[in-house]
C-alpha cells in the first residue's frame, strides 16, 4: 500500500478558531490556510495550522448534516481523521476496501495552476477514518480548490516540535486484537512491541502497531476487566467509545521546548518529587540532568536502544478526554510504558509521606 508518513491529523472541534487559537499561542503552530463559506465549503469551516512537519486542520461543522456535527455531539473535540501520504491514493483505497475496510470516502481528485491532490477516506478504528493523501506539484499548496493558503508569514517562529511521534488509541476491552489483526490486514501494519501493564489494582493491555514505512505508529490500548476500572475505562466512558486519547509530537531539546510551552500557557501535568528520588534506582545514568527533569516535570524511560524523555498536558477538553505528549528520543524506540507504574508509586509514596 506504499504508505509514508502521517500527512495530517484533522480534528473534529465545536470551535475551530478557539481551538486554533489555544494551538497557535500555546504551542506555536501557525494557521496558513482556510476553508468555509467564502470558497464554496458552506457546511463547514476548516483551518490549517502547520508547524515543522506537522500539519493539524481543525474543522467545524456550520450545518447539522456535515459529519463533524454529529461527531462533536458524541464525542466531544477530538481526532477524527489521521492521513496517510501514499503514491496512489485511488489503488491505497481499493486495495482497502477489498482487504475489509469500511469506504468512507471515494477518490476524489483537486487540482489547481499545477498542483493536484488525490484524497480518499476508509474507516479505521471506533469513527476514526484514514485518509489516502496522493501528492503532486506545490506542496503547500494542501488542497488546492478546496483551501485558501495564506501568504507565507515572514516570521514563523521558533519550530519547537517537528513531527507526530505516534498515536495513542483507547479501545474497549476485547477489542485490541481484533484491531491488531485489522491494521496488519488492511494496511500492512506490523505489531512492534506489545505490554501488559499493571498499575496498583487496575491494568492495561498494550500492542503497538507500526507502518513498513516506520513512520505511522499506533500505540492501542485495552482496559482489562478483572481489574478495578482506570483511565483508560475513563477515557472511553467520557469519549463514548474508542478514539485517540493523545498524539505525542517530537521535539529535540524537551527541556528548552517545555520551558518555552509552559511560559506561553500550556498546563502540563505534575509529577511528585519522590519520583526523581527514586531514578537511580531505575538508571544507571540519565543523558539529561535530573535536576532540569524535576524543574520541569519531565518524565524518563530506558529501554535496549536508549532512553526517552517525555511529558503529558493537561488537558483543555471539557470531557478531559484528549491531550497532547511532547516527546525527545535518544535512542529509545518504545512509548514510556516504565513511567506509568513509577508514577503510580511516586504517587503513594507522597500520600504516605504526607498523611498525618
Same mark, same amino acid.
Given at each position: 500500500m506504499d504508505?509514508?508518513a502521517v500527512?495530517h491529523?484533522?480534528f473534529y472541534?465545536g470551535d475551530?478558531q478557539?481551538? %486554533?487559537?489555544y494551538?497557535c499561542?500555546?504551542?506555536g503552530f501557525?494557521?496558513?490556510?482556510?476553508?468555509?463559506?467564502?470558497n464554496g465549503? %458552506? @457546511?463547514?469551516?476548516?483551518?490549517? $495550522?502547520?508547524?515543522?512537519?506537522t500539519?493539524?486542520?481543525l474543522t467545524s461543522?456550520?450545518t447539522? @448534516?456535515?459529519?463533524?456535527?454529529a461527531?462533536?455531539?458524541q464525542h466531544?473535540d477530538?481526532v %477524527?481523521n489521521?492521513?496517510?501520504?501514499? &503514491?496512489d491514493?485511488a489503488?491505497?483505497?481499493?486495495?482497502?476496501?477489498e482487504?475489509g475496510a469500511t469506504?468512507?470516502?471515494e477518490p476524489?481528485?483537486?487540482?489547481?495552476?499545477?498542483?493536484e491532490v488525490v484524497?480518499?477516506s476508509?474507516?479505521g478504528f471506533?469513527?476514526?477514518?484514514?485518509?489516502?493523501?496522493?501528492r503532486?506539484g506545490?506542496?503547500?499548496?494542501?488542497?488546492p480548490?478546496v483551501?485558501?493558503i495564506?501568504?507565507?508569514?515572514?516570521?514563523?517562529g521558533?519550530q519547537?516540535?517537528?513531527?507526530v @511521534?505516534?498515536?495513542a488509541i483507547?479501545l474497549?476491552?476485547g477489542?485490541?486484537r481484533?484491531?491488531?489483526?485489522f491494521y496488519?490486514?488492511?494496511?500492512?501494519?506490523?505489531?512492534i512491541?506489545e505490554?501488559f501493564?499493571?498499575?496498583?489494582s487496575?491494568?492495561? @493491555?498494550?500492542?503497538?502497531?507500526? &507502518?513498513p514505512?516506520g513512520k505511522v505508529t499506533?500505540?492501542?490500548?485495552?482496559?482489562v476487566?478483572?481489574?478495578?476500572p482506570?483511565?483508560i475505562?475513563?477515557?472511553? %466512558?467520557?469519549?463514548g467509545?474508542?478514539?485517540?486519547?493523545? $498524539?505525542?509530537?517530537?521535539c529535540?531539546?524537551?527541556?528548552?521546548t517545555v520551558e518555552?510551552?509552559?511560559?506561553?500557557g500550556?498546563a502540563?501535568?505534575?509529577?511528585p518529587?519522590?519520583?526523581?528520588?527514586q531514578?537511580?534506582?531505575?538508571?544507571? =545514568?540519565?543523558n539529561l540532568l535530573?535536576e532540569?527533569?524535576?524543574?520541569?516535570n519531565?518524565?524518563i524511560d530506558e529501554d535496549h536502544?536508549?532512553?526517552v524523555?517525555q511529558?503529558?498536558t493537561?488537558?483543555q477538553h471539557?470531557?478531559?478526554?484528549?491531550?497532547?505528549e511532547?516527546?525527545?528520543?535518544h535512542?529509545?524506540?518504545t512509548?514510556?510504558?516504565?513511567?506509568?507504574?513509577?508514577l503510580y508509586?511516586a504517587?503513594? =509514596?507522597e500520600?504516605?509521606?504526607?498523611s498525618p
Amino acid at each position: 500500500m506504499d504508505i509514508g508518513a502521517v500527512d495530517h491529523v484533522e480534528f473534529y472541534v465545536g470551535d475551530a478558531q478557539q481551538s %486554533a487559537f489555544y494551538l497557535c499561542t500555546g504551542f506555536g503552530f501557525r494557521v496558513c490556510g482556510q476553508a468555509g463559506p467564502e470558497n464554496g465549503q %458552506a @457546511d463547514h469551516r476548516s483551518l490549517l $495550522l502547520r508547524q515543522g512537519g506537522t500539519e493539524i486542520v481543525l474543522t467545524s461543522a456550520l450545518t447539522p @448534516d456535515h459529519p463533524a456535527a454529529a461527531y462533536v455531539a458524541q464525542h466531544g473535540d477530538g481526532v %477524527a481523521n489521521i492521513a496517510f501520504e501514499v &503514491s496512489d491514493a485511488a489503488k491505497a483505497f481499493a486495495l482497502a476496501v477489498e482487504r475489509g475496510a469500511t469506504a468512507v470516502e471515494e477518490p476524489v481528485v483537486h487540482s489547481q495552476d499545477g498542483t493536484e491532490v488525490v484524497t480518499a477516506s476508509v474507516l479505521g478504528f471506533g469513527d476514526v477514518a484514514h485518509r489516502f493523501v496522493q501528492r503532486s506539484g506545490d506542496r503547500d499548496q494542501f488542497l488546492p480548490g478546496v483551501m485558501d493558503i495564506f501568504a507565507a508569514d515572514p516570521d514563523e517562529g521558533e519550530q519547537l516540535l517537528s513531527i507526530v @511521534d505516534h498515536a495513542a488509541i483507547c479501545l474497549p476491552a476485547g477489542q485490541l486484537r481484533s484491531t491488531v489483526a485489522f491494521y496488519e490486514k488492511v494496511f500492512g501494519f506490523s505489531q512492534i512491541f506489545e505490554e501488559f501493564i499493571e498499575v496498583g489494582s487496575q491494568a492495561m @493491555d498494550s500492542k503497538v502497531v507500526q &507502518s513498513p514505512s516506520g513512520k505511522v505508529t499506533f500505540t492501542l490500548i485495552e482496559p482489562v476487566t478483572d481489574r478495578e476500572p482506570g483511565q483508560i475505562d475513563t477515557f472511553l %466512558a467520557r469519549h463514548g467509545g474508542a478514539g485517540v486519547q493523545h $498524539l505525542a509530537l517530537l521535539c529535540d531539546d524537551i527541556v528548552s521546548t517545555v520551558e518555552t510551552l509552559g511560559n506561553r500557557g500550556v498546563a502540563f501535568l505534575q509529577t511528585p518529587g519522590s519520583y526523581y528520588d527514586q531514578l537511580q534506582e531505575r538508571f544507571v =545514568r540519565s543523558n539529561l540532568l535530573v535536576e532540569d527533569l524535576r524543574r520541569t516535570n519531565v518524565l524518563i524511560d530506558e529501554d535496549h536502544w536508549g532512553q526517552v524523555f517525555q511529558i503529558f498536558t493537561q488537558s483543555q477538553h471539557v470531557r478531559k478526554t484528549f491531550f497532547w505528549e511532547v516527546i525527545d528520543r535518544h535512542g529509545a524506540r518504545t512509548f514510556g510504558s516504565g513511567n506509568i507504574k513509577a508514577l503510580y508509586e511516586a504517587v503513594a =509514596r507522597e500520600k504516605i509521606t504526607s498523611s498525618p
